[in-house]
């Protein structure tokens, strides 16, 4: 669960440089209120944020790359229309948006490319990982039949759904403790050296992701 961490700290970045953009525009657009040309350009880059940000908030919903392009193309459409801006007005802080639009879509970016490390789907990167390693352990542990295990088991993966349906710290934190518990549980067991080993290898591969 170490790369969600990293993509919500990701995700934060990019509201507060949108935030930034937005407010540098806006002002902007009330200064240039005598040049139509420039006050059109700025119309048409807080559009274009506006159109990154449905697209940025569609693919965090729907985790589909066309949203990804359809960011890209909305932050080059509002880059345009500052440099639009720029030929028919002189403000510092028309660099000052696009440096910000820059950093907007860098960020945002970077937060895409961990959601596809971290897995768009169930079956894919660390997700997928994650799933594999864990019905490994799952399997194991049905042939043994010992339900206080397993109890413990589904209790990890229920943390492991709520976490990944809330993005709450607070579930990270409970998924580490009851690893550990069964870590220790599977330790002081009556099974023989070779499955406790096993057995731990694989709920550490699991925890690790």
């Known amino acids: 669960m170490k790369i969600s961490t990293t993509v919500l700290g990701s995700s934060a970045a990019i509201s507060a440089v949108f935030a930034t953009v937005g407010g540098v525009a806006l002002y902007t657009l009330?200064?240039?209120?005598?040049?139509?040309?420039?006050?059109?350009?700025?119309?048409?880059?807080?559009?274009?944020?506006?159109?990154?940000?449905?697209?940025?908030?569609?693919?965090?919903?729907?985790?589909?790359?066309?949203y990804h392009a359809k960011v890209i193309k909305a932050v080059d459409a509002a880059h345009a229309a500052v440099k639009a801006a720029g030929e028919s007005m002189e403000d510092p802080r028309l660099a000052q948006i696009d440096a910000a639009l820059k950093h907007y879509l860098a960020t945002f970016n970077g937060v895409v490319d961990l959601e596809k490390k971290r897995g768009l789907t169930e079956k894919v990167g660390l997700k997928g990982a994650l799933r594999t390693s864990i019905h490994e352990v799952e399997g194991r542990?049905?042939?043994?039949?010992?339900?206080?295990?397993?109890?413990?088991?589904?209790?990890?993966?229920?943390?492991?759904?709520?976490?990944?349906?809330?993005?709450?710290?607070?579930?990270?934190?409970k998924f580490k403790k009851e690893?550990?518990?069964?870590?220790?549980?599977?330790?002081?067991?009556?099974l023989e050296d070779g499955q406790k080993k096993t057995l731990i290898a694989g709920l550490t591969n699991y925890h690790d992701k």
């Open 30 to 66: 009330s200064d240039a209120r005598t040049d139509s040309e420039a006050v059109r350009q700025a119309q048409l880059t807080s559009i274009g944020m506006l159109q990154a940000r449905r697209g940025e908030k569609d693919f965090f919903a729907r985790k589909d790359l066309k």
């Open 141 to 173: 542990l049905k042939k043994l039949n010992n339900h206080q295990m397993m109890r413990e088991m589904l209790m990890l993966r229920r943390r492991e759904k709520d976490y990944f349906l809330r993005l709450a710290p607070k579930y990270v934190k």
């Open 179 to 190: 690893a550990k518990g069964l870590a220790q549980l599977i330790a002081n067991s009556q």
